[in-house]
C-alpha cells in the first residue's frame, strides 16, 4: 500500500489489539500500576468531538505509561440513571432502561473505532443491577457508621417533574429541565453526613499537589469555613431570644435591624396567623436559593412587629423582618443588618427606611456611607467610632477578633466557626434511579433491607402516563415484609440521587465483577486514580461528593487504610468549539444549519448564512461535528491528532475543516516518508550524526510535552522532527532507526498510522508493547551551534560553528562570507557584535 488509507489500517490493527487483550488491565507485582481515568459519560445517544478530545487526552497517557513499563488500568462506563431517560421515555412511550442500554450500544460503537486503550471486560453501567446492588450496600454500610440519617427538610420541588432538585437545578426560580416554578416543600429525606467531614475535606485540598489552584479554590469556597459568633437578641415581648450568626460583629455598632429567614420557627409560627406573612414565606418558598441567583436577586422583606434589643446599647430597639435573602440552612437562620457596611442590607435598608449608621470610617475620611456600602478587606485599617472594646484603629480582622473576645467575656455571645457545606440529601422522587434499599415497617420503623436480598432491583413493568415517581403506584414492588419482623411493610420509593452513582465508580472499576463493592486486594493496588480528566463543570460536587465517598468507604473498610483522596491528580480540559451557521425565518426567528450544508458560507440553495464565532458544540444550535463523519472521511488518528495539537488541552479547541484537512495531509505525510526510508540502502553518511542527535532531542522534547499534559507542545516537536527526517541526507539504517522512533513518539497520539509504518521498517511485536525510547543525554549536549548573521537588522545568513568557539573564531569565519563581503564593498564594518552561541550583528 502506497498511499495513506486509514480505513484498511485503522481496522487491522483494532483487531490485532483485541484479539491479544493488549489493553487488558493485569495486576503485576514486578511492575508499577498507573491508574488513568476520564469522567464516565452520560449515555445520551450520540459521542461528541468534545469526548474524543478528552478520552484522547486519557489514551495518550495510558499508552504512553504502558511504553514506560506500568500494569495500567485505562476503564470505561457509563453514568446511566436519571431525569433524560424517563423524560424521553415520557415523551416516546418507550422504557428509560430500552433508551438507556440502546444509547449505550450506540455510543460504544462510536468509542471503538477511536481506538482507545480502555478495557472493556470493565465496563459497567451504573443503571446494571450488579452495580447498584453493591451501592445498596454501601448504603447499608454507611446508614451501620451513623453517615446517613433521615429528617424532615424543605427542598426545591418541581412540580412538573414531580422530584427534588439540588440547589444548582433551579435556575431563575425554575426547574432546570421542565421550566416550572419551582416550590419550596418539607419533605422527609435521607442525607449523608457530609458536613461532619467540613474540615477534613478543607484541610486536606492543601495536599492535593497535582490539582488545578481554580479547582481547589472552588472547592474551599464551596465547603465555606468562616470564623464567627452567635449573639442572642433579647425579644422585648418576653419571647425566645432570636439567636443570630455573623462573621463581622466589628460592625455591631451600626446595626439597625435583625433579618430572619421564611423558614426560621418565628416566620413560621408568625405566618399562622398572618396572610400577609404567610403569602410572603410562600413567595419567598419559590425563589432559587444558590448563592448566585440570590445576590441578584431583589432583596425582599416583611416587618414581623416583635423588636429586639440591641445586645451593646439596650437602649436601642432594632425591628426583626422576614428577609428573602435570609437561608436557613446557613448559620442561624437569622442576621442582623448593618447597612453602612453590607451592600444587601444598605439595599434593603433604604427600600425600607431603616437607619443607616457607620461602625468605623476608613482613615481621614469620616463621611457618612450614602448609597455605596463601606466594605473594606478585612486587612485594611479603620477608625472605629466609639468601640466597646476601645479599639480605635485597627483592621477589621483585629477588630472583628476583639469584639468576639469581648462577647465572650461578657457573656453576650459565643464564638462559632460555621462551614457553608451541607449534609447531602440523596432522596429523588424518581423512577430511573438506584432504589434506596430501607423498607418502612409501622412496628419497626426505618429498616434496611438484608444484603442477602440485594439487588433491589426496579421493576420494568411501569408506566409514564402520570406524572410522579410510577414506584409509588407499584403495589407488588412496593409491598413487601420487614426484614426485621416479617410484618407486611412498604419499600422506600425514593431513589439515590445519580451523584452517589458516580461518587464510587473509581472504586469499583478496581474489581468490576466482585460481590462485594470492591475486592480490598484489587483496590489497595490499584487505588489511588493516579490521573483523573474531565470538565470544570464538575469541579465541585463530583469532585466533593467522590472525596467524602472515599473517606466513607474507608470507614466501613471498602477501601484500604489511607484512601481518603481518591484521585491523585486532576486535569480540566477546555472544550471543542465550532462556529454556528444561522438564517432567519419569516418570522425573524433563527434557523440553524450544519457544517457539513454550509460551503464558502452558503447554503445548497444560495443562501448565505451568518458566521457566529466559535461557540461551545451544542445539538440545539447545530454546531456540532460527528465522529463518525471525520472517521469515514480521515480516520481516527487524524481526529486524535487535531484534538491535540491546535491549543493547549486546558484550553478550547475550535474544530474547522481546514484544520482537519492539514492533520490528515501531514499524518499521510509521515506515511510517505516512511515508505521511502523502508525501500533505502543500508549505509552511513556524513549526515547520520546530526539526524542521531535531532532524534534524541525529540525523544526528551515530545517525553516531556506528554508527562506534563503539553500534548500540542509535543506534536509541534513531531512537525520539526518529520521535517528533520524528511530533508536528512542520513544513511539507510540510521533513517530507519529514526522514522521507527518517530512513529514510537507519535504512537500515543497515532496509534493505528504507527502500528502499520512499525510493522513496515522490521520494529519487533507491536508499537503498543514497545517500550519508550529513551534519550540519550550526551547526545543532547550541542557541540555544534548554528547562529544567525543580521545585517543592519536583517537576516542574511547563518553560519554554523563549534558551541564553544571563540568571538575571534566566529568574526573570522563571518568576515569570509561572500554575502558580509558583497555588503561591506571593501570597507570596514561600524560595529561587529557577537553574542557566542546565538547571534552576529553586523552595522554598515
Not at 493547549?648 to 526510508?677: M, N, Q
Not at 526528551?700 to 509541534?716: C, K, L, P, R, Y
Request: hydrophobic residues 40%; contains cysteine; proline residues 6%.
Amino acid at each position: 500500500m502506497t498511499t495513506y488509507s486509514p480505513a484498511e489500517i485503522e481496522p487491522k490493527w483494532q483487531d490485532a489489539w483485541d484479539s491479544a487483550e493488549t489493553f487488558k488491565a493485569v495486576r503485576s507485582d514486578d511492575k508499577p500500576k498507573y491508574y488513568v481515568l476520564e469522567m464516565f459519560p452520560y449515555p445520551s445517544g450520540r459521542i461528541h468531538m468534545g469526548h474524543v478530545r478528552n478520552y484522547t487526552m486519557g489514551d495518550v497517557i495510558a499508552r504512553y505509561k504502558r511504553a514506560t513499563g506500568h500494569s495500567v488500568l485505562h476503564p470505561m462506563g457509563w453514568d446511566a440513571f436519571g431525569m433524560p431517560a424517563e423524560n424521553a421515555a415520557m415523551a416516546s412511550g418507550g422504557h428509560p432502561k430500552d433508551w438507556t442500554y440502546q444509547n449505550i450500544a450506540e455510543m460504544k460503537a462510536q468509542m471503538k473505532p477511536l481506538g482507545w486503550t480502555l478495557d472493556w471486560t470493565r465496563e459497567f453501567a451504573t443503571c446494571d443491577p450488579e452495580y447498584y446492588g453493591q451501592q445498596q450496600a454501601l448504603f447499608i454500610d454507611f446508614l451501620a457508621k451513623d453517615l446517613i440519617y433521615r429528617k424532615k427538610a424543605v427542598v426545591n420541588w418541581d412540580p412538573v417533574d414531580m422530584t427534588v432538585l439540588a440547589n444548582e437545578q433551579v435556575i431563575d426560580g425554575k426547574g432546570w429541565r421542565s421550566g416550572a416554578e419551582v416550590e419550596r416543600r418539607e419533605l422527609v429525606q435521607w442525607f449523608f453526613k457530609i458536613s461532619d467531614y467540613s474540615e477534613e475535606l478543607l484541610s486536606a485540598i492543601d495536599g492535593l499537589d497535582d490539582w488545578p489552584a481554580k479547582v481547589k479554590l472552588m472547592q474551599s469556597n464551596w465547603i465555606g469555613k468562616s470564623r464567627g459568633i452567635e449573639i442572642p437578641f433579647q425579644r422585648l415581648d418576653g419571647g425566645d431570644p432570636i439567636v443570630c450568626y455573623s462573621t463581622r460583629p466589628d460592625t455591631m455598632r451600626g446595626a439597625s435591624f435583625v433579618a430572619i429567614s421564611a423558614e426560621h420557627p418565628v416566620a413560621q409560627a408568625l405566618a399562622a396567623d398572618n396572610p400577609d406573612l404567610a403569602d410572603f414565606v410562600a413567595e419567598t418558598r419559590k425563589m432559587d436559593t444558590t448563592e448566585a441567583a440570590m445576590e441578584k436577586a431583589e432583596k425582599k422583606g416583611l416587618d414581623t412587629g416583635i423588636r429586639v434589643k440591641h445586645p451593646i446599647y439596650p437602649d436601642q430597639e432594632l425591628p426583626v423582618w422576614v428577609g428573602n435573602f435570609v437561608l436557613m440552612d446557613y448559620g442561624t437562620g437569622a442576621v442582623f443588618g448593618c447597612p453602612a457596611h453590607d451592600q444587601r442590607d444598605l439595599d434593603f435598608a433604604r427600600k425600607y427606611d431603616l437607619p443607616v449608621q457607620n461602625a468605623f470610617y476608613m482613615p481621614g475620611e469620616d463621611v457618612p456611607v450614602e448609597n455605596t456600602a463601606l466594605v473594606p478587606a478585612k486587612t485594611e485599617k479603620v477608625v472605629f467610632i466609639d468601640h466597646f472594646a476601645g479599639i480605635t484603629e485597627a483592621t477589621s480582622q483585629e477588630a472583628i477578633d476583639a469584639t468576639i473576645d469581648y462577647f465572650e467575656a461578657h457573656g453576650l455571645g459565643k464564638g462559632v466557626t460555621k462551614y457553608r457545606l451541607r449534609d447531602w440529601g440523596l432522596s429523588r422522587q424518581r423512577y430511573w434511579g438506584c432504589p434506596i434499599p430501607i423498607v418502612h415497617c409501622d412496628d419497626c420503623g426505618a429498616v434496611p433491607e438484608k444484603k442477602e436480598n440485594l439487588p433491589i432491583e426496579l421493576p420494568y413493568d411501569v408506566s409514564f402516563d402520570i406524572p410522579g415517581n410510577p414506584l409509588d403506584r407499584h403495589p407488588t414492588w412496593r409491598d413487601c415484609a420487614c426484614p426485621a419482623c416479617g410484618k407486611p411493610a412498604k419499600r422506600e420509593t425514593d431513589t439515590m440521587d445519580t451523584f452517589v452513582d458516580s461518587s464510587w465508580y473509581f472504586a469499583r472499576f478496581t474489581a468490576p465483577h466482585a460481590t462485594t463493592p470492591t475486592d480490598i486486594d484489587d483496590a489497595a493496588y490499584w487505588m489511588n486514580v493516579d490521573q483523573y480528566i474531565g470538565g470544570i463543570e464538575h469541579a465541585i460536587l463530583h469532585l466533593l461528593y467522590s472525596r467524602f465517598f472515599a473517606r466513607a468507604m474507608n470507614m466501613t473498610g471498602h477501601l484500604p487504610q489511607g484512601t481518603s483522596e481518591p484521585f491523585n491528580a486532576l486535569f480540566t480540559q477546555g472544550m471543542v468549539t465550532h462556529e454556528i451557521y444561522q438564517t432567519r425565518d419569516d418570522k425573524d426567528r433563527p434557523v440553524y444549519h450544519l457544517p457539513e450544508d454550509v460551503t464558502d458560507r452558503k447554503l445548497a440553495d444560495g443562501t448565505e448564512v451568518q458566521i457566529i464565532p466559535s461557540a461551545k458544540m451544542s445539538k440545539s444550535k447545530k454546531n456540532v461535528v460527528d465522529p463518525d463523519d471525520i472517521i469515514a472521511k480521515y480516520g481516527a488518528d487524524t481526529a486524535r491528532w487535531f484534538v491535540l495539537s491546535d491549543s493547549p488541552p486546558e484550553r478550547d479547541v475550535e474544530w474547522t475543516a481546514s484544520g482537519a484537512d492539514a492533520a490528515f495531509k501531514h499524518l499521510s505525510r509521515v506515511y510517505r516518508v516512511c515508505i521511502d526510508i523502508a525501500a533505502m540502502p543500508d549505509g552511513m553518511t556524513d549526515a547520520d550524526d546530526d539526524l542521531l542527535r535531532a532524534m534524541h532531542k525529540a525523544i526528551h522534547d515530545v517525553t516531556m510535552g506528554v508527562e506534563t499534559f503539553g500534548f500540542n507542545a509535543a506534536i509541534a516537536k513531531l512537525y520539526a522532527f518529520t521535517n528533520v527526517l524528511a530533508k536528512s541526507k542520513a544513511g539507510g539504517e540510521t533513517k530507519r532507526l529514526a522514522a521507527r522512533v518517530l512513529v514510537q513518539l507519535m504512537s500515543p497520539m497515532t496509534p493505528h498510522l504507527s502500528e502499520e509504518i512499525w510493522a513496515m521498517l522490521g520494529g519487533e511485536g507491536i508499537i503498543a508493547d514497545a517500550p519508550w525510547p529513551v534519550a540519550d543525554e550526551a547526545m543532547l549536549v550541542e557541540d555544534k551551534v548554528t547562529m544567525p548573521i543580521q545585517i543592519n537588522g536583517k537576516r542574511r545568513a547563518e553560519i554554523v560553528v563549534p558551541a564553544d568557539a571563540a568571538k575571534d573564531a566566529i568574526e573570522a569565519v563571518v568576515m569570509e562570507l561572500e554575502v558580509v563581503q558583497t555588503a561591506l564593498a571593501g570597507a570596514a564594518p561600524k560595529k561587529l557584535i557577537i553574542v557566542p552561541g546565538r547571534i552576529v550583528n553586523i552595522v554598515i
